[in-house]
């Protein structure tokens, strides 16, 4: 494998990302929502790099089988433990690829009537877009690779990796 961004540069870049969430916001606590699994270390240093207050919340997502990930056959496998109504929603995840996640997230958590509903990702792939997203936040845009580390995984193994990194020998992917 080989480093496409290292430690240093995705601590850098978070502590910016946390500074204009810090400025955005109106007084008030921010409810973090971190997609499980991958955003989880995402969210650790974003919630330490903002000095507002913030809540935080998880919620399980599971697109079906590769084949069906593009028909947007998504369900919730948890869900957040509080109401988010009247709230100031941030929601963090680990990479925005088609979309199809995030696309049915949003449409599922806007019914919940938060006060305001906004989306920070550490990566974007745009080439790989099928499902319209508006990402407030981004940390790196990223070309259509498939990148592990800093939470994201290939069959579960590299969440723990401190670098992001592209796997040299790709997998294959619907
Ligand atoms: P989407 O619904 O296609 O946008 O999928 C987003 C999810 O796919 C992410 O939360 C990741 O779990 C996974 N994913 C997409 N691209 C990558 C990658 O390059 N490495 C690891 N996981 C990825
Ligand atoms: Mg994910």
Redesign the pocket.
Known sequence: MRVLIPAERIQARVRELGAEIDRDYPEGPVYLIA?LK?ACFFLADLARAMKRPARIDFIGIS?YGKGK?SSGEVKLTKDLDASIEGADVLVV??????????NYLMHVLKQRRPRSLRIATLLD?PE?RLRPVDVTYVGFQIPD????GYG???AENYRNLSDICVLEDPPTRP
């Open positions: 997609i991958g697109s990930t995840e680990d990479i925005v690829d088609s979309g199809v996640t995030l792939k790989r690779e498939f990148v592990i994201l995984d290939f």
